[in-house]
């Protein structure tokens, strides 16, 4: 190789480590700012990416990871298992169910004939449900409503990956139902040790609000609403710190099986 051509060489290596690095740098973090309030994150949001979950461009993020069975599923389906087993039938209200894509997860690995299944979510996620529905991408055993409460009474609450998002309290959650259930299964709870915190999760092109609950008044609150916790645990691959503050150190995500005591 001649002098000119490892020059050349050279010259292509330096250009493409700095369009790394400036990939790198240009590369909006996946989770920024940190609030006390869920009021005063969404007020940082510019009026584009204030809509946040409920809007069509949402539909399609995550979609393929969120209608497949993933590693914090399986106490999910351990427990409905059970409960399918325990009752003989259930009548189960998905929360913040998407299209219905747990449905379409937990399919092969539960006997979902023995469960009414109701997705409740934001309008333009139940827009989606129905229209996957009538394409045939998901069950058309799912029953898609507006308000939790047009569910019915129902024996489950299932709430997997809601509570960051969602603007009430558990308490709130319950109180939106047409009665407290029974059972209700919480999972991707992100939780934190000494504060609630708020920041923005970076979701497909936009940043949405997501709160990290503190963990012991979350649970307090938990009991002061009539339940017990049955079982819990946790995910640590979805442990976040956040990247403009990394100092506010990790959270973590909790899954919960709760049974009503009173
Ligand atoms: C991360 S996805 C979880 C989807 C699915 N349940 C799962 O575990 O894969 C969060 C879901 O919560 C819904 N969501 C966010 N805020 C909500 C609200 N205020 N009321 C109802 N659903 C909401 C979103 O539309 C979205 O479908």
């Known amino acids: 190789m001649v002098a000119r051509d490892v020059l050349k060489t050279g010259a292509y ?15 909006e973090p996946e989770l920024s700012g940190a609030f006390p309030t869920l009021e005063l994150a969404k007020a940082s949001l510019p009026p584009e990416e204030k809509s946040g979950y409920d809007s069509d461009d949402m539909v399609e993020v995550a979609l393929d990871n969120m209608l497949k069975m993933l590693s914090w599923d399986y106490p999910v389906v ?10 003989g039938h259930l009548s189960l209200l998905d929360a913040g169910g998407h299209i219905g894509t747990k449905h379409h ?8 004939t023995k469960v009414d299944w109701t997705v409740w979510d934001l309008p333009a996620l139940l827009r989606a449900g129905r229209k996957a529905q009538a394409d045939g991408i998901v069950s058309d055993r799912i029953n898609y409503v ?12 299932l709430a997997s990956g809601l509570m960051q998002y ?14 407290p259930p029974r059972f209700a299964i919480l999972n ?10 708020v920041t923005l999760q970076l979701t497909g092109k936009k940043r949405v609000p997501y709160q990290m609950r503190h963990r012991g008044r979350f649970e307090a609150e938990i009991r002061n609403a009539g339940y017990e916790i049955r079982d819990f645990w946790t995910i640590p691959c979805l442990s976040h710190r956040i990247n ?7 959270s973590d995500s909790y899954g919960y099986v709760l049974e009503r005591t009173a």
């Open 166 to 179: 969602i603007e009430v309290s558990f308490q709130g959650l319950i109180d939106r139902l047409a009665e």
């Open 188 to 197: 991707k709870v992100a939780t934190r040790e000494n504060d609630d915190l």
């Open 78 to 87: 351990f427990w409905l298992d059970r409960l399918i087993r325990q009752e």
């Open 244 to 250: 403009t503050h990394p100092w506010l150190g990790f």
């Open 146 to 157: 507006e308000a939790p409460a047009d569910a019915g009474p129902v024996d489950v609450l």
């Open 13 to 27: 290596y330096a250009l493409g480590a700095a369009t790394r690095l400036r990939a790198v740098i240009d590369r």
């Open 105 to 112: 997860a937990f399919g092969p690995y539960l006997d979902l």
